[in-house]
């Protein structure tokens, strides 16, 4: 009907179109005053804003330009809004003419000159069409919304303080095919206080319309077809009202979608960024209703429902809190409906997190107690999928009378999915637990008496897993349990978080013992231990205030055996002791299930039981005695070794003992630093004895002896060697050794070899200096072949004068088969000046029959410069019977000083004639003070040449020159160094460096070190390594470093390094405005272009207690590696602690941390703790 209604009205409108345009002008000519009066049927309406100075504003000139426009408009009875098809019209440019009678402004109508609305004042009868005619300014736009001064097109009524009932308001919107909708806006606006009362908001109604009209210059029409029209409402409420100490506050808000006059908001009180919210949630209800800190008595009470949705689904909120004296008591819950799905247009700025959490329903306990007698809390969490599955977690805790507790519970159901939409932090952990409860329970007694409790248990409907630590410190006594089981059942070992499997394993590892480092296979081994209980008990008791005794037992084990390690120990100042035993079941075969550590301290064969115990005592004075017992067996063999040691002044004695039956073969499973060598000794025995005693200064007697029993069980072998030297006087010494050596078996004499010295020494004075020697060798036994033989010496050497010495040796060696060998050498050295010397030396070796003779001649050449500095030539010439001669020639610049210089070379020359030659030398030059040379000061310089050059090629030739200063505080260096290869190419490095403050105090200031390597290829690197730094020995300080291809040590490498191709940045800030304490940020990057890699690290260092001279260092780094599109992080904490050095002790501790968080590789535990002391004692 209503379509039918605008084609019957377009058609009337296009007839009365020519006329319209003909008679406008006419009708608006031949109009008198008493034509525009108002008739007695007419309603007397004012209008709403009208000017007061009505004559004034007649008086405004109108507005000339502007395009003429000329349009014919059905009016509906009621309505007082005619929106012309454009807007910015110029103002007093309008005529217009409803029915046949024109329209006085300002008594008639009224206009938004720049919306393009007509605000009729004048009653309008069903058939009325208004013509009007006005210029508008086309440069301006002609689309979009319009809502020009709502001045001119709004009425607003005070019906009280605070209540204002406006109507009228409204915006029109034109669209480029010619449509015109109209919105109207009807509302209340409400802001007032009464008492503490305070209620702000709004009631709205809007109505949207679509309106027709005709271009009378073109003849086009405007239709309501394809508006969007209908009507809606806006309630907007805020109540607050303070009550019992509080705020009662409520809030209510619903906005029809359709509702399309939010600018009408303003009106109410709100701001532009609440208005623009709340159009977003139109078509959603919100109310929330808040009570805080009511009081009630000595209660106070709070509570809260938040809801917002619609008619598919909402968000609720509901808290309760409560307070009295220390109790503290708060409950949450969050229910979000499946149907809700306008997550981005609500306020909540969690929206993202709400919208991964739709059918999920959550419960927050909280409450907390502080009494009397400590501080007790209590927490809860309960997520559920609605009516399919929980999670829940509870925890108690209490603290106080040096008491701290602490109990935790939670359970994952199994049908529960929804991990990756919660918003806890450990949701990627609770996702392994499905299916699984786990119970925690700690306990902490402080004070004299000192007890902590551990317990944890993950299970399952299969099997579970239990782990226990407990300490007691009372005085002196400590106490150690740990407990740590798995049944055969359990199968979720993977299930647990990296924490709390490097937590197991640092357990195991402490039941083995003080000092045992972990194995990074631990944490991956100890998944294999299902059916497997380790039970430890240990403790120490302090005797005094330096002895201590220590015990300690062990088992590991299932229903098939175990193993069981019992140890006993004392410590004390004069005695140590420890003894540990070890036995194993033979039933207990699964090695497997023990982890890389322990199978390294128990062994892996089945059956291997073994003892130590180790003894050392301080008897008074430098008398020490020390004892070690070894033994061990397998279901096969025994193996053992003894040990004794004995010291005093002047006099130590060593035995040692091992033997290892042939058919042990538990050797894998030997944790000890001679497995190797027993493993060589299987099926032998072996006995040491070692004497060494200095009977007084004129005796000195040594004893070594070595025997056992060969592999085989029958051959035997024992040597010996017996020393002494005896002082007979000052002047002269004898010197004694006698050494034997047999191997044997009971048929035969394998080898039977005795050596025997003898030698005199006597100091004649003036006369010179004699030796005699006389030497025996006998080589006897069947696998002896050598003859036997006696070699006597004479050796005399004497000064001459003051200047000159000689030294003359004689030797005869007889041998078993008649034959001999002389030998012959004399020696000559002269001082020819008091700073230059010659050393001559001719030797001769006759040999009988057919062996050749030998003669050797040396010379040498000296001369003394003076400060150390000495040069040194010697030639040897070796001619042999075989006419084979060689030559070695050197001389030498020892390195010495002169005039600040520093100076030293060496060269050599040998050579075997006609065959080959050999060049080396090296020289360096440089000074040894800086120097100062007028403007520039501290000087320095050097030269360095290293080469090595054998049958006529370069094998080595190494050059470098330095040169650098400074002129004020700004330094400069160059630096030259080449190498070359071995195809006897050079590479060659040229160093430039800058620094503009050598004192290193200035505030700013930047160093410089630029260098151009050349390689043999004539291929280019430029090193760089820029650094800049501001604030140096202030309270803040920054440095940046920038590096491009920084160097790397390659000892085998051309220049000893090679360029890599990275580029690094470093950044470090540094803060010293605190008294005790530094603070630093540090943040390195290094890119390498090539590989794609990114490395990445940034940290804080806190030097704590800076001015003591015991600090406490702190250090954090964030390290992430990124390449092949691949990220691996890790975290790294260090505390450390280093005491400060006493005359005769020092003492360090630190404590480490690292934990993996991407890509972790596989030889790595996920968290890994390391636990350092350092500690010396000198006396």
Known sequence: MKSKEVRMRSKSIMTLAMTAAISSLAIAQETTPENSQTSENTLPITAPNLRANSAAESMIPEAVGG???????????????????????????????????????????????????????????????????????????????????????????????????????????????????????????????????QIKGGIYAGERRATESVDLMTGAGSGEQGAQEGSGQAIVQSAALPLAGGTISVDYRAIDKNFMGMDALGGAGFNAD?????????????????????????????????????SNGS????????????????????????????????????????????????????????????????????????????????????????????????????????????????????????????????????????????????????????????????????????????????ERFGSQSGEEINGAVQSIVAMMGPGVNPDGNDARMLGNSQGMDRKFWGGSYGLSANSTVTGNWFRLGSSEGGIEVQQFGIASQNLNLAVRTQTSSDSFEDRTALTATEQRILGTDTGFDRTNADLSMNLGGARQLTASYFSANDLQGDLNRQWFQYKDKGFEA??????????????????????????????????????????????????????????????????????????????????????????????????????????????????????????????????????????????????????????????????????????????????????????????????????????????????????????NWNSARNLNGAGNATRDQRLGLTAGQFSGMQVGGDYRHQGWDGQRDLHQGNFSLSNIKPMDWGFLKDVRFNFTADTHRDL??????????????????????????????????????????????????????ADIHYNVRTMPDNSMVMVRDFRFIAGAGQTWSVSHEMKTNPLRDESRALLGSVATEWRVNQWRIGYNGLDDAKLGLVFDEKINDNTKQLIRSMGIDALLFAGSPSPLRLEYRLNQDERNDKRQTRHWFSLAYDQRPGPNQTFGISVTNLNWEHARPQSFAPNQWGLRFDYSFRF
């Open 67 to 197: 395009l003429t426009a000329l349009e014919l408009i059905p009016v509906r009875p009621g309505s007082t809004r005619v929106p012309l098809r454009r807007g910015h019209v110029m103002s007093l440019s309008e005529r217009l003419d409803l029915g046949g009678r024109i329209l006085d402004r300002d008594r008639d109508y009224t206009v938004d000159y720049a919306a393009g609305v007509i605000v009729l004042l004048v009653p309008v009868q069903q058939g009325d069409s208004l013509r009007v005619s006005y210029r508008y300014d086309a440069t301006k736009a002609q689309t979009g919304r319009f809502t020009g001064d709502n001045s001119a097109t709004t009425a607003s009524l005070s019906l009280v303080p605070g209540a204002t009932f406006a109507l009228g308001m409204g915006v029109t919107e034109r669209s480029a095919d010619g449509r015109v909708t109209v919105t109207d806006i009807y509302g209340l606006a409400n802001n007032f206080k009464a008492g503490g009362l």
């Open 654 to 871: 060593t035995y040692r003992h091992r033997s290892v039956d042939q058919a042990f073969g538990a050797f894998r499973s030997l944790n000890d630093g001679e497995r190797d060598l027993f493993g060589a000794m299987r099926g032998n025995s072996q006995t040491e004895s070692l004497v060494n005693w200095a009977v007084n200064t004129n005796l000195n007697l040594q004893y070594a002896s070595n025997s056992g029993q060969s592999e085989d069980g029958v051959t035997q072998f024992n040597n010996s060697d017996i020393k002494a030297q005896i002082n007979l006087d000052r002047l002269t010494r004898i010197n004694l050794q006698l050494w034997e050596n047999n191997r044997f078996d009971p048929t035969a004499s394998l080898l039977d070899q005795r050596y025997r010295h003898f030698e005199l020494f006597r100091n004649m004075g003036r006369l010179g200096e004699l030796t005699l020697r006389r030497e025996e060798s006998s080589w006897d036994g069947s696998e002896e072949n050598r003859p036997d033989s006696t070699r006597d010496t004479l050796v005399y050497q004497t000064q001459l004068n003051s200047t000159t010495s000689i030294r003359t040796e004689h030797s005869e060696a007889k041998f078993e088969d008649g034959t001999r060998e002389t030998l012959r050498s004399n020696t000559i050295n002269t001082q020819l000046t008091p700073r230059a010397g010659v050393s001559v030396t001719d030797s001769h070796i006759d040999r009988d029959n057919s062996q050749p003779d030998q003669t050797r001649r040396d010379y040498g050449f000296w001369v003394d410069f003076g400060s150390n500095i000495r040069l």
């Open 315 to 490: 968000i609720d909120w509901r808290s309760m809190s409560l307070q009295y004296g220390g109790l503290q008591v708060n409950f949450n819950s969050q229910t979000v409906d499946q149907g809700f799905t306008r997550f981005n247009d609500i306020a909540e700025e969690d929206r993202g997190q709400l919208a991964k959490e739709r059918g999920l329903e959550r419960t927050n306990i909280d409450a907390v107690a502080q009494t009397g007698i400590g501080k007790f809390g209590f927490t809860q969490l309960g997520v559920s999928e609605q009516g399919v599955s929980d999670l829940r977690r509870r925890a108690l805790s209490y603290e106080g009378l040096n008491l701290k507790l602490h109990w935790f519970d939670q359970h994952v159901e199994d049908g529960f999915r929804r991990f990756g939409d919660l918003r806890e932090g450990d949701r990627g952990q609770l996702a392994k637990e499905v299916g699984m409860r786990r119970e925690n329970f700690s306990f902490a007694l402080a004070g004299p008496t000192a007890l902590s409790y551990t317990s944890r248990i993950l299970r399952d409907d299969t099997g579970r897993l239990n782990q226990q630590d407990l300490r007691l410190t009372a005085g002196r006594l400590t106490l150690d349990h740990r407990f740590y089981a798995m049944n055969s059942g359990f």
């Open 952 to 1005: 006529e090629q370069w094998k080595k030739e190494n050059r470098s020159l330095g040169f650098g200063g400074r002129s004020g505080n700004f330094g400069f260096g160059f630096d030259y160094r080449s190498q070359i290869d071995a195809l006897q190419q050079r590479a060659i490095d040229r160093v430039f460096t800058v620094s503009t403050d050598t004192t290193g105090k200035a505030s700013i200031r």
């Open 274 to 310: 609440q208005i623009n919210q709340f159009a977003r949630e139109r078509g959603l209800k919100r109310t929330n209703f808040a009570a805080r800190g009511l009081r009630m008595g000595g209660m106070v009470l709070g509570s809260g429902m938040n809801t917002v949705g619609d």
